[in-house]
C-alpha cells in the first residue's frame, strides 16, 4: 500500500470514528442544553449530577398546587418551581436552592431560603402567591410577619423543615 493510500485510510478511520462519537454524544448534548436552557442556564452541576448519579442524589417531587411543586434536585438542593408545560415536563424555579423550610395551602406558599453549597443566594422567607404567580422575597423574619398579616394568613400555614415530608409531600407521622 502506498503512503498515500495508508494516509487515505488513516483518514478515513478517524472521520469514522468522529462520526460516531458525534452521533452519541450530540443526543447528549441536546439533552443537556435543554435541561439548562430549562433552568436558565445556571445550573451545570445539576446537568452533571443527572448523568452521572452518586450518593445522596435521590431525587424527588410533589405537587404542592395544580401548577407548582417542591423539587429535591439532590441532599442540599431544593427548589419551588412552576410548571409552565405539563407535557413536556417544563418548568421555572420559583425559588431557588436551597429551600428548607415549607408550607403550603390552595393560594399560598410559604418557605425559607437558604444559601445552597453550590449558589450563593440570599437567605430569608418568601411567600408564592398561586393564583396571581406573584412571589414576595426573600424577607426577615419580621417583614415575613408583617406579610402575612397583610394577606391574612397569619397562623393558617404550617411550615415544617421538607425532610419531614415524605416524597409524596404528606407530612411524616401524618
Partial sequence: MSQQEELYVKKNRRTKWL????????????IGAVRLWEEGGKSLDRWIDSWFPGPGRADYSFNLTEDYEF???ASHSRAI???????????????GDDVTQLGWNDQYIVCFQEPSEQYN?????WIVDTQSHSRNGPMNLEDYEAMLGQLGINGTIQVHPVESYGRDGVLEGQ
Fill in 71 to 73: 423539587v429535591r434536585f
Fill in 19 to 30: 462520526c460516531m462519537a458525534a452521533f452519541f454524544a450530540l443526543p447528549i448534548t441536546c
Fill in 121 to 125: 443566594r440570599s437567605t430569608g422567607w
Fill in 81 to 95: 418551581c412552576r410548571e409552565t408545560d405539563r407535557d413536556l415536563g417544563l418548568g421555572t424555579v420559583i425559588v
